[in-house]
């Protein structure tokens, strides 16, 4: 069969799909997409912040690929006068799963469409999609403290609106990962990855500090980037145009 990968190409600090042909190779998931394997030699540039991104990240344990899809950066106001910049983020999703789960529905959508579709946000996160967000660190004086209290009360903001009745100790276990004696100075790369059986692992400069089995965890924790509200309101659309590309190649 013909296969078609995904290329990112940059676009005014933007990403956007392109194919390019490659040699297909089997690996596991949907029969009806190969996973990309020729992208761009150079990684993407979050324009903000200047930090890179590689365009693909591979998980050998479980011969999984994801894909670059969207970038932004978050920052905060110092004293009403200076915004700080804290890290830039790149959100990543399997091909195989996106197009296993979402193709169906969404493949004869207008790209145009698709960013203002009602149930497409929500279907991404509802359907346990292998996906991941990398933070990279881009201010030396952030503490894990800082990161974890913020995460903590964005979760638990989404988990109250998504189930009330959520069990809440997912929450408290996800901030037992985030010990004091963790550094990260700039440069300190986060990964924390949805796994399709509802697992959300986190990683630090690639070493695991912690496992969450909680579906409700995983969808609260990525409605902070494709949901509403979502930290970058630009970098969301962008992330449904580019995943729009992926499902094309379904």
């Known amino acids: 069969m013909l296969a078609a990968s995904m290329a990112l190409r940059k676009d ?6 392109t194919e390019q042909s490659y040699s ?17 030699p150079e990684d993407a540039t979050e324009p903000t912040t200047g930090i890179k991104f590689p365009t693909v990240l591979e998980d050998n344990s479980n011969l999984t690929t994801e894909v670059l899809v969207g970038m932004g950066f978050r920052s905060m106001r110092i004293m009403r006068v200076k915004n700080l910049n804290l890290y ?7 091909p195989d799963s996106v197009c296993k789960k979402l193709g169906p529905k969404y493949a004869y959508i207008p790209d145009a469409e698709l960013k203002d579709h ?7 996160l509802r359907e346990n999609i292998d996906m991941t967000v990398r933070l990279v660190v881009s201010y030396n004086g952030l503490s894990i403290g800082t990161v974890r209290d913020a995460f903590e009360k964005s979760l638990g ?8 009745n959520t069990d809440y100790g997912c929450l408290k276990t996800f901030g037992s990962c985030f010990s004091e004696d963790i550094r990260i100075p700039a440069g300190t790369k986060i990964d924390f990855r949805q796994t399709s059986d509802g697992q959300l692992i986190t990683e630090i400069d690639g070493k695991q500090i912690g496992t969450v089995q909680s579906k409700d965890l995983c969808r609260a924790f990525f409605d902070m980037y494709i949901g509403d509200p979502p930290v970058s309101v630009e970098t969301k659309q962008d992330i449904a145009q580019n995943v729009a590309g992926l499902i094309r190649r379904c």
């Open 157 to 164: 903001f989404r988990l109250q609106k998504m189930n009330p």
């Open 118 to 124: 009602p149930d497409f946000y929500e279907d991404l």
């Open 12 to 17: 005014r600090g933007n990403i956007e799909p």
């Open 24 to 40: 297909e190779e089997n690996r596991p998931g949907c029969a009806c997409v190969a996973v990309p394997r020729v992208l761009l």
């Open 88 to 94: 830039a983020f790149g959100l990543y999703i399997q």
